[in-house]
């Protein structure tokens, strides 16, 4: 199986880009498409972006998402930056069969 | 609107049997993928399991051959039975359905299972 690594934490101000990265350790990223949840304290998980880049609809444009095969990794972008978006964040992509999600990211907007 | 709810977490002890249920309402399970995944306190999202519109399942490794995942298309229900549990099987259980080769849509609101003494 293969890894999805993820920093621990992220933050930014209000207003702000932030990038969170989700690195996989073996296979290409670009094989298998990686989603992206968002996860606020105390709730369930929500899709915020699926097959790489889709957002579902509901889900604002300042959520953007996208892939580099060259270091092998997905991204997850929030412009904009609101006191709501303040959230653990998990990528999550696929080995065949296998699930895989990365460790989470905590982001902090203050 | 499509809503997943799942029941039968608790406390139970090492070495115990569970069966947790996912009772789903707005669309038809065994038209769709159906995962479980789930979440130790204070800790990341696991996968724990899929079953594909055929009926196929599979399993993550920490789990397998003590899990068993199933669905009843006259309750539209997903079950999730649990043996052999360890204190390495605490966590939050949550209900998904799956979009083929997109990730998860919905997701319930997750039930708990404690494995303690």
């Known amino acids: 199986n293969f890894l999805l690594t993820q920093p621990h934490s992220v933050s930014e101000s209000p207003g702000k880009t932030v990038t969170i990265s989700c690195t996989r350790s073996?296979?290409?990223?670009?094989?298998?498409?990686v989603q992206w949840y968002q996860q606020r304290p105390g709730s369930s998980p929500t899709t915020v972006i699926y097959?790489?880049?889709?957002?579902p609809s509901g889900v604002p444009d300042r959520f953007s998402g996208s892939i580099d095969s060259s270091s092998n990794s997905a991204s997850l972008t929030i412009s904009g930056l609101k006191t709501e978006d303040e959230a653990d964040y998990y990528c999550?992509?696929?080995?065949?069969?296998?699930?895989?999600f990365g460790g989470g990211t905590k982001l902090t907007v203050l | 609107e499509v809503q997943l709810v799942e029941s039968g977490g608790g406390l139970i002890q090492p070495g115990g049997s569970l069966r947790l249920s996912c009772a789903a309402s707005?669309?038809?399970?065994?038209?769709?993928?159906m995962t479980w995944v789930r979440q130790p306190p204070g800790k990341g999202l696991e996968w724990v399991s899929v079953?594909?519109?055929?009926?196929?399942?599979f399993y993550a490794d920490s789990v397998k051959g003590r899990f068993t995942l199933s669905r009843d298309s006259s309750k539209n229900t997903l079950w999730l039975q649990m043996d052999s549990l360890s204190a390495e099987d605490t966590a939050v259980y949550y209900c998904?359905?799956?979009?083929?080769?997109?990730?998860?849509?919905?997701w319930g609101q997750g039930t708990l299972v404690t494995v303690s003494s």
């Open positions: 707005g669309f038809t399970v065994t038209s769709n993928y």
């Open positions: 073996s296979g290409s990223i670009a094989s298998f498409n």
């Open positions: 097959q790489d880049n889709q957002r």
């Open positions: 079953i594909y519109t055929g009926g196929g399942t």
């Open positions: 998904a359905r799956v979009r083929p080769a997109a990730g998860i849509d919905y």
């Open positions: 999550q992509s696929y080995d065949g069969i296998d699930w895989v």
